[in-house]
């Protein structure tokens, strides 16, 4: 497994690549490489108006892929530009959910389009920015 410096200076690459593609060097993004209990590989917070994210890479995630298979490369690079592409919908999502705060089907149903919508952007921006 990779140490977390070796995963930091990874993304830090990819960072630098993708934030000016995306137009997202607005925003102030913090890094954070950790080992953490939950499954996802990683997880963007931020506080849209003052344009501030917090990015935070697992090094242990369980369930979003085979064990085996390390997180760095392609999947990795992906994953970073995935929650890079929720900044890019973080105003549109802080109103749906500061209008549906409590846990709601509508809130629900909305969070998992979120997901679809910023996979196919990812995928767009995979095709035209992506390896190479």
Same mark, same amino acid.
């Given at each position: 497994?990779?140490?977390?410096?070796?995963? %930091?200076?990874?993304?830090?690459?990819?960072?630098?690549?993708?934030?000016?593609?995306?137009?997202? #060097?607005?925003?102030?993004?913090?890094?954070?490489?950790?080992?953490?209990?939950?499954? $996802?590989?990683?997880? #963007?917070?931020? &506080?849209?108006?003052?344009?501030?994210?917090?990015?935070?890479?697992?090094? #242990?995630?369980?369930?979003?892929?085979?064990? &085996?298979?390390?997180?760095?490369?392609?999947?990795?690079?992906?994953?970073?530009?995935?929650?890079?592409?929720?900044?890019?919908?973080?105003?549109?999502?802080?109103?749906?959910?500061?209008?549906? $705060?409590?846990?709601?089907?509508? %809130?629900?149903?909305? &969070?998992? %389009?979120? &997901? #679809?919508?910023?996979?196919?952007?990812?995928?767009?921006?995979? %095709?035209?920015?992506?390896?190479?």
């Amino acid at each position: 497994m990779a140490s977390a410096e070796q995963v %930091r200076a990874e993304v830090e690459g990819y960072l630098a690549k993708w934030v000016p593609l995306l137009g997202l #060097t607005n925003w102030q993004i913090v890094l954070t490489v950790e080992k953490m209990d939950w499954g $996802q590989a990683a997880q #963007t917070s931020w &506080e849209g108006n003052y344009r501030k994210a917090l990015l935070t890479v697992n090094l #242990t995630p369980k369930d979003s892929w085979e064990p &085996e298979r390390q997180l760095h490369g392609e999947l990795l690079e992906k994953t970073i530009l995935h929650e890079l592409s929720h900044l890019l919908l973080a105003t549109l999502s802080d109103c749906v959910i500061a209008e549906f $705060q409590k846990e709601s089907v509508f %809130r629900r149903q909305f &969070e998992g %389009r979120e &997901e #679809t919508v910023v996979d196919e952007l990812v995928s767009i921006f995979w %095709r035209l920015h992506g390896a190479g």
